[in-house]
Every structure is written in structure tokens, then in C-alpha cells.
């Protein structure tokens, strides 16, 4: 419309006005994005950079690999293995359905791994591979590779799994690996991220279970760049981990074989322990059971047997399993009462078989006595009423300080999963746990190690060494870690007067050569390699007077468990000892029959590092040590799971 | 003015008419248009496709497009703006009764060749329109009720099929482009003083109504409020983008982190990174001097349409001009707000920059009714 100019000017001056008042606003705007913008890329700029760097990177861990370990010669016992397992790439599968169906053909896999599979990978990023099958053959691996046209998508991969080549043989020793569980991370304060990686493993018990922190070793680490969804990119830099340290045992694997075999078919336990370094040259528990199965995650059927077996095979009975050591205890008792000076080594103790103390029977293992006993003839017998006696004198207090004094009672420092504390009784300790006054019966039966005592067989091993030596000899476990080497622990002479010691062990060496020593059908024919013993029966129950009366107790008759624990420990070279050698075989009966024969052997195995001559044994018995070589050297060339079937068939 | 006028003054004719362009706004715009093919080549991964290729080829044609519109009179435009206004709100009804469904609403005609956003042309529209009407209206009568009615109905209108698409971002800049229209052409202050006071208790009333059977907005606009008040509060959801956006803006320091190095972008942590996230790109790989250098070529491009638009005493031309650089304004400074995290992610893209065809396409017609203006402007001889 036409307009005047008038209206035309007035117009464009209010336009122009309010545009410029509007432009100004619009600067303005502009001018706080500036700012907002400089706050954000300048200000802040590092705080949003490690935002973008978090969003970027992605650390993963490398899990180092597992320190190994090794008997004292080398051989190994506890090796990392490569484990094979397929795994399927969903993206790169085209049908994955199909792929498994044909992967079936070559693996052997059932509906639920394939269902397993497929669900796995419906969850995960079509990126992500998912394990089809674990601890695969190589074959099959090879047999896969081959057909990988056939089987788009699907890969093998390799990884570390712990395995045992020595299997059962140290099963109680060195332990095993598992999963890491919930309760392990609850245990632990600061948890290694390491365990946090799937399928990673640490030890369970023995070995593996203590010295843990050296055989871990510490995580490499992985840098990537992902994407948004989590795809990997690039690796951005890659730092590898220290792989954890190797660990050498004291123990020989050679003998601990033999041990194994030798105790098969009973329940029992037994150390070998060099009396100069402390080494424990062999620990064995029977029965025992293969580690690898747990590593390998074990069936709840092979579990529960092993929880059922009335052997235990589960139990490490050397360090862990506590026993009254019985009639191996009375050298404490005899050491105790020479050093008081109550009695002397040449004084004599009437036996009539019995003795009355406060109204009490006592009775000796003898039921005729042993006429008069002195020191020498009290150890080669094993009178009991000698100990009746001297324990009286020299009172549980001192008994218990020599106990101490010789190892008993002590929690001896290896690694391992449980060390038995043993108990040696005292009057202080009675009142605090029984609630109950000491009574002179208490000394009595605590001088022939029966009452309260317990030790375990680790702690009579360690008894005898330093009985053998006069040292304050350690028990050693672990040579060395990573080259290092584990100082042996000697805390130098004991207090103990030589002629005393002396004595002790002439009683000790008669019982094993002398014509009436209790364990004389086990000794080693020689002069070099006299060996010097001590056996002990000690009760799992009260002999009733009835049984008493009847003459029953023929440990043959009884049940499995009411027999008696047969122990026997030992040194030799009676004159110049370096091995000491403990057996205790639970319910064995007899220690001069069920206990003392093994000792033996594995004495002798021990000195000849291999199967001894026969002429190292009496002549009339080298007939049976003949066939029963033979029985062990074929045991031993059984592979491992043979053996325990083996065994089970021998017991 | 009108056409008779026109001819007593200098207006060129003819192919002269080329000399007298805005041509610094022309390279102005090539500037802006360039800066996002670079973004659209580096959030490729280096690469001229998809992108890049496809928004230099939709340049091309919008440039054609500008030049042809500058070559016609302004006066023709303004006869048009009435039919331009009714074919842009048949259209929108059109996409409300038959529009195909994409994103969640319906925004589109298929043309076969190109997707048209009837609510985009309706940007230009309704500015052609509101212009024409203060140009006709006598400017006595510009604040009597009954003549402010008209306008605000004119705009309403859209708005309401907009926001039934639903189209929070388009329905903001047509209310605003024609508000601010109104104020330019002298609409009392009262007015806008009153829509301030109304406009605060509608913002209260959306609130309020949240969770009832009268709510106003849908759902997902509400969430897109929530999250834009507290991102942190879904942070894998909603509020994803507006946080990787904050965190690619800002990590990209001073100088940025060097072209085709942002790691946001290329491992795509962004969201629709090469559409209304790409300056996130921009400011991650070029830094502040980068963001700033771009925002400078927008505010010079608002100088521009100013001084062409104070120079020209033709009513139509001058509302038209400014209409038209509000609504550019509107445009990137929405956008801006959003990625930086100062307004909630409501989907309106980077002029000039973000991938996208009718944005393009719309704006470039928009600057050719501009040129046409500023050619067309009555000179003394």
C-alpha cells in the first residue's frame, strides 16, 4: 500500500532501533556461548580430557603365571599346563546354530553346552567370544583348526591351568588351586585385582594355599582403546607381569614316591627328615587322592567318597593328624628324670606287671613284669612300670619342659595348610581346661605318652632328631624361593648333659639290635647302618578289667577303629645319624609289627636314594622284602590313578 | 514502497543485478558451509561418504537455489507470502494425516527425491508472512488489539500442528521468529511484557499438569527436561548424550586435539555425531579457537543481514531480512545451548553444518529472499 514518507521514515527507525536493541541481545547471547565454551575447553578443560581418556581406555589385567615348584633334585612337581578351550565368535559365526551342529561332529559337546553357549551369547556383544568347550585335547584343537573354513566364528584359545605331573603323591604337601570363591575375598583385606579376573586361580591348601603371595606373582597389564559399545580398537600399549616365583622343596620326589606306596592300602602317615638340615625328605599321608581333579573342578561323587572314606584321605596326618605317641614318649620321661638326677641310668625298677598307686592298678603291657629294669632294658622292653615309677618322681612339670624342650608341643613353621599344636600336658593346663586338679595317675599315664599327650608325627620326627643329635634341629620344608635360599633353623646344642643323651640312645639302639628288643625283627643288617628306634602302641580306649580278665585284647579282634595306633620312630646311623624317620600307622596294632617294618624301608630307601640291597636286611626275611620290593616297583610304574585303585585293592 | 517507486529509484536490472549481491555474505555462508564438510569428513573417519559428498552435492543446489531467488524482485515475494504461508500449513496438516513415521514423529513428505519438512519451510513462511502483513498493515494500527490478534494467530497456528508432530525445537523458534518479528515492526512493549508474564505461568502450568490427563507435553519431552536439569540422574540413558557431548566439548582444550583426532567422535562415544552433535566434533578436534572462529562467522553473518537490512527503508525487506537472521540466530544459538549443556536436547541442528537436507536447503532460501532484498533495495542515484 502506498505509505507516506513520513510513515516510511518512522518506520525504519523503529526497526531500526529495536533490531539494533535485538542484535544487541543476540551479541550478547553469542558472547555467553563464547564464555561458556572457554569455561568448558579452558577452565576445565583437563577435567573433560580425563573423561574422554576414561571413556576411552580400558585396562585389562594379564595373569602372570604361576610360580612352579620343585622337589630338591628339580623335578617338578607343581608345572603350569596349556589349556585349550574353544570359543565362538557370535558376529563372526553366521549362523552360530549351525556352526555348533557342525563343531559337534569334531567335539564332543551335549545339548546343554550347546544351550549354555547359545544363551551366553545372546547376552554378550555379538563381539565377544563366548567358551564353547574348556580343557580341550590337542587333537581335537588340531582337528578344528583344520576345518576352520567349515566353521566360521569359532577359534581356540590357550591358556595356563595348574597341574599336578606328580599327582597323589603330593597331594598333602603342596595342596592344589581353585577358583577364587566369595569367602577367599572375604578373608582379605585389600584383594589383588588379579583375582578378579575369571577363571583365575589361587591356592587352596598346602603349599600353594601359604606361600601364595610368592607363587602369584603380580599382574601385567593391557591398555586398549574401545569404542562405545566395548570393542577393542587398538591395543595402546601392553605392560607383561612378573610371573611368580619358583618354589624347591625340601622333599625328595623320588622318596615321597615311595613313601606313598609303601603306606598304600593303610591309614597312616610318615616323615622323613634329615637330623644334620632339618629337610624334610619325605611326607607322606595315606590314603591320599589327586590334586588334579580339584583344579580340575571334581564331581560331587568323587568328593563325597573322599568326605566318606573312614581313611580320610582328605586328612594330612603328618603335620595335621595328632596321636598319643605312646611308649615313643618315654624318652622324654626317662630324659626328664636323669637330668633332675631322680634316678640313675644303672638303677633298677622292680616290674611285677602291675603297680597299685593310690588305690589305682596300673598295669604294664606285660602281664608276667620284667623282673628288674633298668634304664636300657626299661627303652628295649618298653617297661611300663619303670615309667610309672620315674614319672612320679620327676613330676609332669619337667616331663612336659623336656617334651618341649625336644619339639613335642610346638607348632613347627611349615607351609602348610594345618600344623597340629599336639598337646603336652601340664598342671596349669589342666585346671584351665578341664577344670579338674592334676591327680598322680595323670603323671602316670603321661609318662608312658598316653593319657592327654598328643603329638603328631611331624613333631616326633623332630623329637627324635634332636634326641639323635643334641641340636635344637627346625624342620624345613621349603628350600629355596625364587634361587633364595631358606636358612636351615638350628638354635645350636640343647641343654642336655651327653652322657644322658647317651644313654637314651643305647636304650634306643637295643631295641632295634638287641636280641630282646622290642623291634628287633626290623633291624638293618650292617655296621655302618645300625639303626636306632623306638615303638609305641598306644591305646584308643580303656581296657576294660573284664576285657582284662579275658585276655581279649588281640587287636585282631577288635573293630577297625578300636585298634591300637602303632607308631615307631627312628635314626640312623645309630652312631652317626642323618636320617630321622617317623610312621605312624592308625590302628595298626602293634608298633613293632604294623609301624616298625615301614620305618625300615624307608630308612633304608632313604640311605640308598633307590631300592636297598637285600643283604641290608636279616637273612631270614629277605624272602617276603623280596616280593614286597617287587609289589612297590610295580605300583610305581602304575600311572597314578592305577595306583589308589591299586591300594584300595591291597587294604 | 511499492513496485512503482522502485522505478523512479536505481534498482539494477538484468544480468547487472549479480554485481549487487551481499557477496561478502555469500562467502560468509561458503565459509560456515565448509567448515561442515571438514566435520563431516573427519566424523566419516576421513572419508567423503556418507556425508560429506552428499552435503556438498545439497550445497551446490541450495546456492543454485539462493542465486535464482536473488534474481527475482522482492515485491513478487512479498505478493507470494500469503500463498507460501497456506501451502506450508497445508502441507503440515498433510504430514499429520499421512506424514510416514521416522524418529518417533511425523515429519516429513517424501518427494522422491528429497525428504521435505514442511515445519522448516514454514520457518521462511511464516516470517514471508508476518513481514507482508506489517508492510500492508497501517503502522497506526500495528498495536490495536484486534491487529495484534491476527499475527498472533498467524503464528499459533503452526506452532500448534508443530508441536502435535511433536517438534518442541521447531515450535520454540517459529514462537520466537514471530514474536520477534511483531516487536520489530512496533508492537507495543506492553504486549510482549504480558506473553513473558503468561509465558511463565504456561511454564509452571506444564509442570503442574506433569502426570495428569490435561499434561501438555509428552512424556519423552518431560524426560528430556528432567535430564537437562540433572544429566547426572540417567547417566546411560537420556542423559548420555548431553554428558559425551560436555565431555567432548570440553576435552578439547585450546587448540583441540588435532583434525580426525577426537577420540570421542571417532570411537563413537557421540551421539548423532554428524547431525545436532557435530559441533561437540568441531570443538573437540579444533579447541575453543576452532568453536569461537565458527561462532565469529555466524555473529558476522547476523552483522551482515543487519547493515543490509538498516541500509533498506523498504518495510517488507527490513522485517524480512531480520526475520530471517533471527531465525538463523535461533538456529545455532539453540544448538549451541544444547551440546554445551545450557538447554535441553531438543533436536534442532547446526545451520550450515549439521547433515541434513531440508535444514540446508531451507536456510539457503531464506538467504536468497535475503539477497533478493538487499539486491532490490531502492539505492539514490
Same mark, same amino acid.
Given at each position: ?191 589383588? $585385582? !588379579?583375582?578378579?579376573? /575369571? ?6 591348601? &598346602?603349599?600353594?594355599? +601359604? =606361600?601364595?603371595?610368592? @607363587? ?96 580320610? $584321605? !582328605?586328612?594330612?596326618? /603328618? ?6 605317641? &605312646?611308649?615313643?614318649? +618315654? =624318652?622324654?620321661?626317662? @630324659? ?316 | ?381
Amino acid at each position: 500500500m502506498k505509505r507516506s514518507p513520513q510513515d516510511t521514515e518512522a518506520s525504519a527507525r523503529k526497526i531500526t532501533r529495536r533490531g539494533l536493541f535485538l542484535g544487541g541481545l543476540q551479541v550478547s547471547f553469542a558472547a555467553m556461548l563464547v564464555g561458556r565454551m572457554r569455561y568448558m575447553q579452558v577452565e576445565q578443560a583437563d577435567e573433560y580430557r580425563d573423561l574422554a581418556e576414561e571413556n576411552r581406555v580400558k585396562f585389562s589385567l594379564l595373569p602372570p603365571a604361576r610360580g612352579l615348584i620343585y622337589d630338591r633334585n628339580g623335578v617338578l612337581i607343581a608345572g603350569n599346563e596349556q589349556n585349550y578351550r574353544i570359543v565362538i565368535v557370535r558376529e563372526d559365526a553366521d549362523d552360530p546354530e549351525a556352526v555348533l551342529n557342525r563343531l559337534r561332529k569334531i567335539v564332543w559337546l551335549d545339548d546343554a553346552d550347546i544351550k549354555r553357549t547359545l544363551d551366553e551369547m545372546r547376552r554378550r556383544s555379538a563381539f565377544v567370544p563366548v567358551t564353547v568347550a574348556d580343557r580341550v585335547a590337542w587333537e581335537d584343537v588340531a582337528e578344528v583348526a583344520v576345518n576352520a573354513p567349515a566353521l566360521p566364528g569359532i577359534t581356540a584359545e590357550v591358556g595356563l591351568s595348574r597341574s599336578y605331573p606328580r599327582a597323589d603323591d603330593f597331594a598333602h604337601v603342596i595342596g592344589y588351586v581353585g577358583p577364587v570363591s566369595d569367602y577367599d575375598l572375604s578373608k582379605l583385606e585389600d584383594p589383588d $585385582p !588379579l583375582l578378579q579376573i /575369571p577363571r583365575f586361580q589361587i591356592g587352596k591348601s &598346602g603349599v600353594e594355599a +601359604k =606361600m601364595e603371595l610368592d @607363587l602369584r606373582g603380580s599382574a601385567g597389564t593391557r591398555e586398549v582403546e574401545v569404542n562405545a559399545v566395548g570393542r577393542e580398537m587398538r591395543e595402546l600399549g601392553r605392560e607383561e607381569g612378573r610371573a611368580g616365583d619358583n618354589i624347591q622343596l625340601t622333599v625328595d620326589a623320588d622318596l615321597q614316591a615311595y613313601v606313598q606306596a609303601r603306606l598304600a592300602g593303610e591309614s597312616a602317615a610318615a616323615v622323613v627328615m634329615d637330623t644334620q638340615t632339618g629337610d624334610v625328605l619325605a611326607i607322606g599321608s595315606a590314603p591320599t587322592f589327586d590334586p588334579n581333579k580339584f583344579v580340575r573342578g571334581i564331581s560331587s561323587k568323587d568328593y563325597s567318597a573322599l568326605l566318606n572314606d573312614k581313611y580320610r $584321605p !582328605l586328612a594330612a596326618k /603328618p603335620a595335621q593328624g595328632t596321636y598319643p605317641p &605312646g611308649s615313643t614318649f +618315654k =624318652m622324654v620321661t626317662a @630324659l626328664a628324670a636323669l637330668e633332675e638326677g631322680v634316678i640313675d641310668p644303672g638303677e633298677t625298677v622292680k616290674c611285677w606287671g602291675h603297680v597299685e598307686v593310690h588305690k589305682r592298678r596300673f598295669h604294664c603291657w606285660k602281664r608276667g613284669g620284667h623282673g628288674p629294669v633298668d634304664l636300657a632294658k626299661s627303652l628295649r622292653e618298653s617297661c611300663d612300670i619303670y615309667y610309672y615309677d620315674i614319672a612320679q618322681r620327676v613330676g609332669i612339670e619337667k616331663i612336659a619342659e623336656m617334651a618341649r624342650k625336644l619339639g613335642l608341643g610346638e607348632r613347627h613353621d611349615l607351609p602348610l595348610s594345618a600344623i597340629a599344636q599336639g598337646l603336652i600336658p601340664t598342671k596349669a593346663w589342666k585346671r584351665e581346661a578341664r577344670g579338674a586338679d592334676w591327680v598322680i595317675g595323670d603323671s602316670l599315664n603321661a609318662g608312658i605318652g598316653q593319657g592327654f599327650v598328643l603329638a603328631s608325627p611331624l613333631q616326633l620326627t623332630v623329637m627324635t632328631a634332636r634326641l639323635a643329635t643334641g641340636q635344637a634341629i627346625s624342620p624345613r620344608l621349603v628350600r629355596s624361593v625364587n634361587g633364595v635360599e631358606t636358612p636351615v633353623r638350628n638354635d645350636g646344642p640343647l641343654e642336655i648333659s651327653t652322657s644322658n643323651l647317651n644313654a637314651i640312645r643305647e636304650g634306643m639302639y637295643e631295641v632295634v639290635n638287641a636280641r630282646r628288643g622290642t623291634a628287633g625283627r626290623s633291624k638293618i643288617v650292617g655296621d655302618d647302618l645300625r639303626m636306632a628306634g623306638k615303638t609305641g602302641t598306644s591305646q584308643v580306649r580303656n581296657i576294660t578289667a573284664a576285657e582284662r580278665a579275658r585276655g581279649v585284647f588281640r587287636n585282631e579282634d577288635l573293630p577297625w577303629e578300636r585298634r591300637d595306633h602303632a607308631l615307631f620312630v627312628c635314626y640312623a646311623p645309630h652312631d652317626n645319624p642323618r636320617y630321622a624317620v617317623t610312621v605312624v600307622v592308625e590302628h595298626g596294632g602293634g608298633g613293632s609289627t604294623a609301624a616298625a617294618p615301614i620305618a625300615r624301608d624307608v630308612m633304608l630307601q632313604a640311605f640308598y636314594q633307590g631300592k636297598p640291597p637285600l643283604e641290608a636286611y636279616p637273612a631270614n626275611q629277605r624272602g617276603t622284602i623280596q616280593t614286597r620290593q617287587r609289589d612297590i616297583e610295580e605300583m610305581l610304574e602304575m600311572p597314578h590313578d592305577e595306583r589308589v585303585k591299586a591300594a584300595e585293592g591291597r587294604a | 514502497m511499492s513496485y512503482l517507486e522502485y522505478n523512479v529509484k536505481t534498482v539494477p536490472t538484468g544480468l547487472r543485478k549479480v554485481l549487487y549481491l551481499n557477496w561478502s555474505l555469500v562467502l560468509l555462508l561458503i565459509a560456515v558451509a565448509s567448515v561442515g564438510f571438514l566435520m563431516l569428513f573427519s566424523v566419516a573417519g576421513g572419508k567423503m561418504d556418507p556425508w560429506a559428498m552428499a552435503q556438498m552435492k545439497r550445497f551446490a543446489l541450495g546456492m543454485f537455489l539462493m542465486f535464482v531467488i536473488a534474481m527475482i524482485p522482492i515485491w513478487f515475494w512479498r505478493n507470494m507470502a500469503g500463498v507460501g504461508y497456506l501451502l506450508s500449513l497445508v502441507l503440515l496438516v498433510l504430514v499429520e494425516v499421512m506424514g510416514s513415521v521416522g524418529m518417533g514423529a511425523q515429519r516429513w513428505i517424501d518427494l522422491g527425491f528429497m525428504r521435505l519438512q514442511p515445519s522448516e519451510l514454514m520457518k521462511i513462511t511464516l516470517v514471508m508472512m508476518l513481514a507482508a502483513y506489517y508492510d500492508w498493515l497501517d503502522i497506526k494500527k500495528v498495536s490495536r488489539p484486534l491487529w495484534v490478534l491476527v499475527p498472533v494467530i498467524l503464528i499459533m497456528l503452526p506452532t500448534f500442528l508443530v508441536l502435535r508432530q511433536p517438534d518442541l525445537g521447531t515450535s520454540i523458534l517459529l514462537v520466537t521468529g514471530g514474536g520477534v518479528i511483531m516487536f520489530l515492526a512496533g508492537v507495543s512493549l506492553w504486549y510482549f511484557g504480558a506473553v513473558i508474564a503468561s509465558g511463565v505461568g504456561l511454564v509452571t502450568s506444564v509442570f503442574l499438569s506433569r502426570g495428569t490427563e490435561w499434561q501438555l507435553l509428552k512424556n519423552y519431552q518431560y524426560r528430556r527436561i528432567d535430564t537437562f536439569l540433572d544429566p547426572s540422574s540417567d547417566p546411560l540413558g537420556a542423559g548420555y548424550h548431553i554428558t559425551q557431548s560436555k565431555i567432548a566439548l570440553g576435552s578439547g582444550g585450546w587448540t583441540g586435539r588435532g583434525f580426525m583426532q577426537g577420540t570421542q567422535s571417532r570411537l563413537n562415544f557421540l551421539p548423532e555425531k554428524h547431525t545436532d552433535f557435530i559441533f561437540t566434533t568441531l570443538a573437540e578436534e579444533f579447541g575453543f579457537l576452532g568453536g569461537a572462529s565458527l561462532l565469529t562467522l555466524y555473529v558476522l553473518i547476523l552483522i551482515f543481514c543487519a547493515v543490509s537490512a538498516f541500509q533498506n527503508k523498504d518495510r517488507f525487506s527490513s522485517l524480512l531480512i531480520l526475520g530471517i537472521s533471527v531465525t538463523f540466530f535461533l538456529f545455532f544459538a539453540v544448538n549451541m545451548s544444547m551440546v554445551m549443556g545450557l538447554a535441553p536436547v531438543v533436536g534442532v541442528p547446526l545451520p550450515m553444518v549439521s547433515y541434513g537436507g531440508s535444514a540446508m536447503l531451507i536456510l539457503l532460501v531464506g538467504f536468497g529472499l535475503v539477497q533478493s532484498a538487499h539486491v532490490h533495495r531502492a539505492r539514490q542515484k
